[in-house]
């Protein structure tokens, strides 16, 4: 059962475009999202975080957006960037963080 | 650097053998958290423990088991490898004893059953 779905598993977006992540969930328990970013030979890292009161985080150049009644949520960056370019998790949060599959963002110039 | 040390790094093993992966938190860090990560798929949570004490448990096998020391390094041992088995298995920890908070991985060991 996969309870948070990222269903495109690859972007491609120019530099200094907008990309913009999604991401599908099915537990209404979650209380919170996360978006963590990979580059390769590393762990996982914290991006931005909302809380599910809440439809609209931004922490710079990155923006989640929450839509409850759609159990979906997307990342934004904007401007992209080369140094952008990984692979971007969405996470759902109750007592435990539920990754999803991933989605891998290549920022060309 | 997240502060998180995993070892070992790789590892090569056969099939029906056992393994331990070691994890290491950041200093002051109390919850530890294994994921495993297979190709294609994302993130598995597998078990969380936090100061010594199990307090979540994912998607993990019977065959695999874990736990946390005094020190607050944890171990996962996994038995009775199988193919399927072969992933990068990932530890995390944070300083909350839930999730509730950012957690920082470690780099990960590679697994591979042969």
Redesign the interface.
């Given at each position: 059962d996969q309870q948070?779905k990222?269903n495109s598993p690859s972007l491609s977006v120019q530099e200094g475009r907008i990309s913009i992540l999604n991401c599908d969930y099915t537990n209404s328990m979650f209380d919170?999202f996360?978006w963590y970013k990979k580059y390769p030979?590393?762990?996982?890292?914290?991006l931005i975080?909302i809380s599910s009161i809440k439809d609209k985080n931004e922490d710079g150049r990155f923006t989640v957006f929450l839509n409850k009644s759609a159990k979906h949520l997307s990342l934004h960056i904007v401007p992209s960037q080369p140094g952008d370019s990984a692979v971007y998790?969405c996470v759902g949060?109750?007592?435990?963080?539920?990754?999803?599959?991933?989605t891998r963002l290549q920022v060309f110039p | 650097d997240?502060g998180?040390t995993q070892t070992p790094k790789h590892l090569i093993t056969a099939t029906g053998q056992r393994v331990t992966l070691r994890c290491s938190p950041r200093s002051g860090d109390l919850s530890v958290?294994w994921?495993q990560q297979s190709l294609?798929?994302?993130?598995?949570?597998l078990i969380?423990y936090y100061n010594g004490e199990e307090?979540?448990k994912?998607n993990i096998l019977e065959r695999f088991s874990a736990q946390q020391f005094p020190d607050l390094h944890s171990e996962l041992n996994l038995s009775s490898l199988e193919l399927g088995d072969s992933a990068l298995y990932?530890c995390?920890s944070s300083v909350a004893p839930?999730?509730?908070d950012?957690?920082?991985?470690?780099?990960?060991s590679w697994l591979t059953v042969v």
């Open positions: 948070v990222q919170y996360l030979a590393e762990g996982p890292t914290f975080s998790f949060g109750t007592d435990k963080l539920i990754f999803g599959t991933g | 997240s998180v958290y994921y294609d798929q994302g993130l598995q949570f969380h307090r979540a994912g990932f995390a839930n999730a509730r950012t957690i920082y991985f470690g780099e990960g």
